[in-house]
């Protein structure tokens, strides 16, 4: 193996993200949020079409910055999009007052300290993260 290839392959590892593609996500919300969320309603919220939980109250999306590999892979699996087209849809559903966008937090920290102070966020983390502060609703 040339030294070229060896140097082309370490750097291309090295590159991948660190978020293990097994790695289960868990969509959480409040302890005291009575709602039960299926993957569908979950994909509606996040896409912007239903603004309530079934229960009638309002309902918050919390999400990631945009280099976030749970992010990605969230987006993926349960919206089958990506940033990108994502972006545009809420510009426009925000641009047209139907809906307000997801809130973006830094880190799994944040987003377990803004579900837990707020009964109407919802948002998603590694199952690894789950506190007792957060109730889970769905496991990815």
Partial sequence: MSIKILIISILLLISLPVFSQGETLVVVVHVD???????????????????????????????????????????????????????KLWARLVFSGRNTAPVVLESTKDVLVKIAANKNYIGFISVQDVTTDVKVVGTL
């Fill in 33 to 87: 949020n009575k709602c039960t969320c299926s993957l569908d309603l979950v994909r509606k919220i996040y896409l912007g079409r239903v603004r309530n939980f079934r229960d009638g109250t309002s309902a918050v999306a919390v999400t990631y910055k945009d280099e976030s590999a749970l992010r990605a892979k969230f987006y993926d699996l349960v919206l089958h999009s990506n940033k990108n087209r994502l972006g």
